[in-house]
């Protein structure tokens, strides 16, 4: 293989690390530094959990008239009502009524009456925010409205520092957001290759079932690549196993899919598009598929009796990826 040099940076509840092709950019070591303080930036302004920062006070003031935001932080609400309008709903920064009611908020879920499901869904809509852009300034139209961009917020802070790499002259580089997220750009070899299947850098895609353990690897080549998966984050209930992914429009827990991985050109797009189509259904998943063609998707389910796995894709270049069945 060819060497790395490698950084780390703790921010957003996981591990940031951004990979260059070892002394091929003298500036790289100052660029990781810079990036790890322009996320620390990030996650001062967009974490619900500090009651000062940008995002919480928008929570506790936007109900009462328009306020107005810094631009990044409206850049990324506009471009959250963008992909919640694509979604039809699916995709939507409104539905922590919905986490509160099913106990996932505090980590303590429970089964809940259809009562209280219908409650906690009055309270969430993305047609209760209202933004304007002349202005950067945001309302909401229900007192009720609560913002988080849990699902969409480490994608925004990778295009941020991908951005940042850019303008500092780097072309070749690999972010990670934690395990879900990741961002690519140029390639790790020194001279271009010959071929797609080794252009880029290479990632792999793990399986929901078993733990370190691939179902295949996909080259990266100026793209960002996100996996939601639920897996690891559901409680059985009665019997039923119920997935921490609650679709925004029904208010019920889903689970049509083991792991859903999305490429697209930016990684806020990739997160919060991982996230909206682990809530639609098998033919919505078709027919937004078949609208977005720049959406690269990869999804998994549960086998028949033959394969422990079945994996579907729509959109997905197969001259870059290498399966574990092949």
């Known amino acids: 293989g060819h060497p790395l040099q490698y950084f780390t940076h703790r921010a957003m509840a996981c591990q940031f690390q951004f990979w260059f092709p070892w002394g091929r950019f003298p500036q790289a070591a100052q660029a990781a530094m810079d990036a790890g303080s322009l996320i620390d930036q990030l996650e001062q302004q967009l974490s619900v959990y500090r009651l000062d920062s940008e995002l919480s006070l928008v929570n506790r003031f936007a109900r009462e008239s328009w306020i107005e935001t810094s631009p990044s932080l409206f850049e990324l609400l506009q471009l959250g009502h963008q992909l919640s309008l694509e979604t039809r709903g699916a995709f939507d920064m409104t539905c922590t009524p919905l986490s509160r009611a099913w106990g996932f908020f505090d980590r303590q879920p429970q089964l809940i009456s259809k009562e209280q499901v219908a409650q906690a869904l009055g309270k969430v809509g993305y047609k209760f925010v209202e933004l304007d852009s002349k202005k950067q300034a945001i309302r909401f139209l229900s007192r009720d409205v609560e913002l988080n961009v849990n699902s969409i917020g480490k994608g925004f802070a990778l295009d941020q520092v991908a951005q ?103 990684a806020t797009w990739a997160d919060a598009l991982a996230t909206a189509i682990s809530v639609m259904s098998p033919a919505e998943v078709e027919d937004f598929c078949g609208r977005h063609p720049q959406v690269q998707t990869i999804l998994v389910r549960p086998g028949d009796s033959k394969q422990r ?18």
């Open 164 to 266: 940042l790499f850019a303008a500092r002259e780097i072309h070749d580089f690999l972010i990670h957001g934690g395990q879900s997220s990741v961002v690519a750009r140029g390639q790790l070899q020194p001279q271009p290759a010959t071929n797609v299947k080794s252009a880029g850098w290479a990632i792999g895609i793990s399986d929901p079932v078993t733990p370190n353990h691939r179902l295949g690897e996909i080259q990266l080549h100026h793209s960002a690549l996100a996996t939601s998966g639920n897996m690891r984050q559901s409680f059985i209930a009665n019997g039923r196993r119920l997935s921490h992914l609650i679709d925004p429009r029904s208010g019920w827990p889903v689970d049509h899919w083991l792991a859903v991985t999305v490429l697209h050109n930016q």
């Open 309 to 326: 796995l079945s994996i579907e894709t729509y959109n997905v270049d197969a001259n870059r990826c290498r399966w574990q069945t092949e």
